[in-house]
C-alpha cells in the first residue's frame, strides 16, 4: 500500500508540491492547505518511519531542531496564545507534526483542533493567500 506522505514527499522533492514552505535536512515544512487557523502548518519527515521513537540517533535529534524552528518562525509570523503541536499517525502512520496556532479571539480555545475538523474543508486556501503566507513564514527563518 502506498503512503500518502511518501508520495508527497517524492512530489516536494520534485518540486511539484505547491504549499512547500521550507526543506530542511530531514523534513519538509509545508502550509497546511486549509487555514481555519491562520498559520496551520506541518512538518513531514522525508523518511517513512512509524514512530518517534523508531527514528535513530542523530536523525531523530535534528528532526526534533527542525520541528523547534517551525514552530519558532510560526510564533513569530501569527503571535498566536498558543502554539498546539500534535503527532497522531492513526490515519497516515508517517512521523509528521501539525502546527496548530491558537487564538485568544477562538470560542473553543481550551478545545483540540481536531475537534473542528469538520469546518477545515469550508477554510480551504487559495494559491494567491497561500504564497504571501509562505513568503511571511520563509521571512523569519533564516
Ligand atoms: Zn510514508
Known amino acids: 500500500m502506498t503512503c500518502l506522505l511518501c508520495e508527497r514527499v517524492k512530489l516536494t522533492d520534485q518540486g511539484g508540491y505547491g504549499f512547500l514552505i521550507k526543506e530542511f535536512k530531514h523534513s519538509y515544512l509545508m502550509l ?3 487555514q481555519f487557523f491562520k498559520g496551520y502548518s506541518v512538518l513531514v519527515l522525508k523518511e517513512h518511519y512509524r514512530e518517534m ?3 535513530p540517533s542523530p536523525i531523530r535529534e535534528e528532526f526534533f531542531q527542525e520541528m523547534m524552528t517551525s514552530s519558532k518562525a510560526i510564533e513569530e509570523v501569527f ?8 503527532s497522531l499517525g492513526n490515519v497516515v502512520d508517517h512521523v509528521h507534526w501539525h502546527f496548530f496556532p491558537r487564538y485568544e479571539s477562538d470560542p473553543q480555545f481550551f478545545d483540540p483542533p481536531w475537534l473542528r475538523m469538520k469546518e477545515f474543508d469550508g477554510a ?16 523569519v527563518m533564516k
Open 124 to 139: 480551504k486556501i487559495t494559491p494567491e493567500s497561500a504564497k504571501l503566507t509562505i513568503e511571511k513564514i520563509r521571512s
Open 32 to 34: 497546511g492547505e486549509h
Open 79 to 86: 503571535k498566536p496564545k498558543k502554539m498546539n503541536m500534535c
Open 53 to 55: 521513537t523508531d527514528i
